[in-house]
């Protein structure tokens, strides 16, 4: 069946529904489905939170007492291919089937190379007319770190980084706060929020005293908010807070250890476990550093889907220089530190011929700053 206007509005419904679970589906993806009879919107359900009932089954219980007759023959638009499978959940695929809906249109195959195309095989023999990909692009947008665990089995890592327009990130003392505005500060509350994982160093948890906590507060206003009373908790998950501490050289008495939360004390030598929601690992590297991609494939096990990197020059260089960044977040601020100040990453480059090439994806305003989203390209081979 041809695809219509109306299948794309009503598949960009899905998405801003399956974005309403931004901060609060992990490890499971953002999904959102819409039921259309003749037309007409008769239910409308995204996935809130892991262990609850799925955007499918959420659309088929959301549809009013008066329109359950017209489930049957309905069409049905859900950002990802219904899932085939017994978890905490029963399949949802199973679901619609069963409720009689007559079309799936969908926005991408589940990404888990070891199930993708089942839900929608098993509609398909169900006699359910099966569209798609629509708006794949936008989907995949959706859920990065999902897609890339499931094929991977690693997070997505998102570098957040802030800059002077001079290109410095703090004072020659180390002295940085605020180099960026309010607004600024609250797009970086949402990049936490939507995070399973924030990682960082010893020196931002050491000398920035910094706790890297989600502070619900100071989330901004977004279009896919849920309305009032929906059950969803907006931020109030804590992600894991992770610090790398190669040479154990932190106390466990910085504010980093003392806000509310789980936390993951990293270090390449074995030592004592210190508080309930504290634990240490071991993850020895070179040079007495941690190993970045075993702590990466660590976080894949834990079902981190996006983790987010805030540390200094130093720690985000060495993650870029490994080849294990997926996205850079920039703020830029319209003041100039001079250059006494310290650089945004330690990453010796030697000449033109090593420049890093990046692909800016986003940029837009964010107050008296700007926010630019990039992803690192594939460097040229060096002569």
């Not at 993806?29 to 819409?34: F, T, Y």
């Not at 007559?102 to 926005?107: H, I, K, T």
């Not at 570098?159 to 500060?185: C, H, N, Y």
Request: net charge neutral.
């Amino acid at each position: 069946m041809a695809t219509t206007a109306d299948d794309i509005g009503h598949m960009a419904r899905a998405m801003q529904l399956a974005a309403m679970g931004l901060y609060s589906t992990s490890p499971n993806p953002r999904v959102g489905c819409v039921l259309v009879s003749d037309g007409q919107v008769i239910g409308e359900g995204f996935h809130v939170a892991a262990g609850g009932p799925h955007a499918e089954i959420n659309a088929l219980a959301s549809v009013a007492e008066g329109n359950r007759s017209r489930i049957a023959g309905a069409t049905a638009y859900v950002t990802l291919e219904p899932c085939s499978h017994h978890g905490r959940t029963g399949p949802c695929c199973e679901a619609l089937a069963e409720a009689g809906i007559g079309r799936l249109v969908y926005g991408m195959s589940d990404p888990n190379p070891s199930v993708s195309g089942r839900g929608l095989d098993y509609l398909q023999a169900a006699g359910v007319a099966v569209d798609g990909p629509l708006l794949e692009g936008e989907a995949r947008q959706l859920n990065p770190g999902f897609i890339k665990r499931m094929v991977s089995g690693r997070p997505w890592v998102r570098v957040k980084l802030a800059m002077s327009l001079d290109g410095r990130t703090a004072m020659a003392s180390g002295e940085s706060q605020w180099i960026t505005g309010p607004e600024a500060r609250a797009q970086v509350q949402a990049l936490r929020a939507r995070s399973c994982a924030v990682i960082s160093g010893h020196a931002t948890v050491s000398y920035d005293r910094a706790r890297l906590t989600v502070r619900p507060e100071q989330l901004p206003p977004t279009a896919t908010t849920p309305p009032a009373g929906h059950p969803q908790a907006s931020g109030q998950r804590q992600p894991l807070r992770v610090v790398l501490d190669g040479e154990a050289g932190l106390t466990g008495s910085e504010p980093f250890f003392q806000a509310d939360g789980p936390i993951l004390w990293v270090t390449s030598q074995q030592a004592a476990v210190n508080g309930a929601n504290i634990e240490r690992m071991a993850l020895p590297g070179a040079g007495r550093r941690v190993n970045l991609p075993t702590l990466l494939d660590e976080l894949g096990r834990r079902q981190c889907n996006e983790v987010l990197v805030e540390a200094g020059a130093t720690l985000a260089g060495e993650f870029l220089s490994q080849g294990l960044v997926d996205e850079l977040v920039l703020f830029v601020a319209p003041v100039l530190l001079g250059s006494s100040a310290r650089p945004l990453l330690q990453l010796p480059l030697a000449s033109m011929a090593e420049k890093w090439p990046l692909q800016i994806t986003d940029c837009r305003a964010v107050g008296s700053d700007w926010q630019i989203t990039a992803r690192p390209a594939e460097r040229p081979s060096q002569p």
